[in-house]
């Protein structure tokens, strides 16, 4: 039986799971009352340390999802993200404008895969 | 050629898919009636069955996706959510509030991946 | 270290990415402007030609997620995909409606895992 590694592992999520050399991870933002911009940031940062944590890193990504509380802020998602994302390695990626998320602050949430290295 | 296993299939999709080690499942709930809290509830037990039916089990899961249609709705889903991970055990999770689900009277719909024993 | 594979990669995304036998992939619209059928049937001709490149199938799909931005399309999208999904592949399949995708003529977006061959 293959084995699964959780980190950051709570009654109702874990920060990241590993398992058959794929990451599983989702970010919330830092902050709920930081811009798109920021919140952005935070998460790419949280999910970067993340990954290194997990044995893969940002340039191993497969797939992100990304929810938005309003299209309005794509432009300035994308300018964070298009930054982050290391040159020739960007995933399979889905953008949608969801109604909301857990916290009525959050403008942005990323859920993604990544291959250990 | 690595096998694909598919459990309860129709033109439109599969309970589960079942390939190299993993479960690929989603589930809504059997009443559109229910509370958010009944409608949680069927769907964990519809995975539990389908899950250990795939050759996994609840505490193999790896990530999951949970779609809200209200998100104050998210403490009550969460009581039940929170109950059935078994300890230790949580995966990657992402929840969102959407507009709708496919029957109005869903109020949560929940993807998930697995690894199988 | 096991290889990825790219293709049609931006600095944004890339259209597919291939690892350790799974291929994730995400479609949008070609057309901002035809009906839910059209788009539908854009997004899933697209799928098969990158599914192709990619090693895999159609008949190799493992899951699906559906953005709709109505549901009141879902009849019609599910038109255009049982007839297009081959007997006996169905994945798993989660269907939800969005506030809104990218471009504000959008109808439908899929995001889907498959098996290479």
New interface residues.
Partial sequence: ??S?Q?NG?????????V????V???EVPASSDGDVAIQTREILDSLARQLNAAGSAPD?I??A?I?LTD?AD?ARM?AV??AW?P????????????????D?GWRV?I?M?A?T?
């Fill in positions: 039986m293959q699964i959780r592992t709570t009654a109702r999520y874990s920060d990241s799971v398992h058959g050399g794929i599983y991870l989702v191993r497969l797939s999802t929810y299209m794509y994308n993200w298009d994302v040159s020739g390695s960007a995933p399979s990626r889905a953008c949608v404008q969801v109604v909301g998320l857990a009525p949430e859920a895969t291959a290295r």
